[in-house]
C-alpha cells in the first residue's frame, strides 16, 4: 500500500520561507514522477509542480515560478517543495501525489494524472 505524508507546513510572514517534505512508502519511489498540489478555501485543486523520476523534467505553475523549487531524494524516498517569497494568496492545504506511469511530465498538471495523494498540509502567510 502506497502511503504519502506530507509535512513542513505552517504559519509564516509574506516573504519568508518554508520547506514541504513528502515521505513515501510502500511503493519504489524512484520509479514514478512526483507532484504537489494546493487547495486555496473555496477554490478548486491546483497543480503546483511536478518532476520526473529522475528529476530531469521539471514544470511548476507560472503562479509560483521563480519562486517555489520542487525536488526530490530518490535514497530517501522524500519529495521537496521549497518555497520562497511567499504571498498571502499561496495560503493552502499542499498536496503531494504520486504521477500515474505512463503519462508524460509534461501533460501531468491535471489531478486525474495521479494515482495516489498524501492528507495534505497547511500553509497560511500572513500579510
Known amino acids: 500500500q502506497v502511503q504519502l505524508v506530507e509535512s513542513g507546513g505552517g504559519l509564516v510572514q509574506a516573504g519568508g520561507s518554508l520547506r514541504l517534505s513528502c515521505a513515501a512508502s510502500?511503493?519504489?519511489?524512484?520509479?514514478?514522477?512526483m507532484g504537489w498540489f494546493r487547495r486555496a478555501p473555496g477554490k478548486e485543486r491546483e497543480f503546483v509542480a511536478v518532476?520526473?523520476?529522475?528529476?530531469?523534467?521539471?514544470y511548476y505553475a507560472d503562479s509560483v515560478k521563480g519562486r517555489f523549487t520542487i525536488s526530490r531524494d530518490n535514497a530517501k524516498n522524500t519529495l521537496y517543495l521549497q518555497m520562497n517569497s511567499l504571498k498571502p494568496e499561496d495560503t493552502a492545504v499542499y498536496y503531494c501525489?504520486?504521477?500515474?506511469?505512463?503519462?508524460?511530465?509534461?501533460?501531468?498538471?491535471?489531478?486525474?494524472?495521479?494515482?495516489?495523494w498524501g492528507q495534505g498540509t497547511q500553509v497560511t502567510v500572513s500579510s
Open positions: 510502500g511503493g519504489t519511489f524512484s520509479a514514478y514522477g
Open positions: 518532476i520526473s523520476r529522475s528529476a530531469v523534467n521539471i
Open positions: 501525489a504520486r504521477k500515474i506511469s505512463g503519462i508524460s511530465t509534461a501533460q501531468a498538471m491535471g489531478a486525474d494524472s495521479y494515482d495516489y
